[in-house]
T-cell receptor, first 112, second 116 residues
Framework: QKEVEQNSGPLSVPEGAIASLNCTYSDRGSQSFFWYRQYSGKSPELIMFIYSNGDKEDGRFTAQLNKASQYVSLLIRDSQPSDSATYLC????????????FGTGTRLQVFP | GAGVSQSPSNKVTEKGKDVELRCDPISGHTALYWYRQSLGQGLEFLIYFQGNSAPDKSGLPSDRFSAERTGGSVSTLTIQRTQQEDSAVYLC??????????????FGPGTRLTVT
């Protein structure tokens, strides 16, 4: 069983729509959760992090965390073609490690 | 401030040669990570340094791979006797640490290694 799972996609949404990206994780002790955006040929770029249950909003991005369901999601409102990229979910484990476990990513395509 | 830097940005080498890849983390970041990403694949963890602690080498794929971090800052990843399957983008990341354990990692631009 993979430790962090994401649908590989592609997830195709029209410009202006809400894109919803989902991630599940297996370690119930996980304390920190991150979303990275990776454009083709580029390195991952941190866009959101969340530590507490609930929602965290930053501009057009909202991260949602539900520790009971071991589920974290990223919503992108008013999607733009420039949002087309692969989105990586990363999960931090227990208190005694700094390592993150990365999912394999979901490819998002926003079409005009 | 400056982000994570890596050099070289591209490296082409012949099979069997040794290569060294360099990473300069964000100033003040105590944790440094190396990952590998093959074309179209996810991130593969290689090795992790935290302060003066012994590195976590659990992701190194073979004994041809080694890494060191001098003075708690710059790190070098060395691949000996390179093989074609070593061709990938090697990414370095750094982070601060704190009571939550895992803090956000910031990635460098990567080194694209091609073994011919």
């Amino acid at each position: 069983q993979k430790e962090v799972e994401q649908n590989s996609g592609p997830l195709s949404v029209p410009e202006g729509a809400i894109a919803s990206l989902n991630c599940t994780y297996s370690d119930r002790g996980s304390q920190s959760f991150f979303w990275y955006r990776q454009y083709s040929g580029k390195s991952p770029e941190l866009i959101m992090f969340i530590y507490s249950n609930g929602d965290k909003e930053d501009g057009r991005f909202t991260a949602q965390l539900n520790k009971a369901s071991q589920y974290v999601s990223l919503l992108i409102r008013d999607s733009q073609p420039s949002d087309s990229a692969t989105y990586l979910c990363a999960v931090g484990g227990s208190y005694n490690t700094d390592k993150l476990i990365f999912g394999t990513g979901t490819r998002l395509q926003v079409f005009p | 401030g400056a982000g994570v830097s890596q050099s070289p940005s591209n490296k082409v080498t012949e099979k069997g040669k040794d290569v060294e890849l360099r990473c300069d983390p964000i100033s003040g970041h105590t944790a440094l990570y190396w990952y590998r990403q093959s074309l179209g694949q996810g991130l593969e963890f290689l090795i992790y340094f935290q302060g003066n602690s012994a590195p976590d080498k659990s992701g190194l794929p073979s004994d041809r791979f080694s890494a060191e971090r001098t003075g708690g800052s710059v790190s070098t990843l060395t691949i000996q006797r390179t093989q074609q399957e070593d061709s990938a983008v090697y990414l370095c990341a750094s982070s601060t640490t704190g009571h939550l354990g895992s803090y956000e990692q910031y990635f460098g631009p990567g080194t694209r290694l091609t073994v011919t």
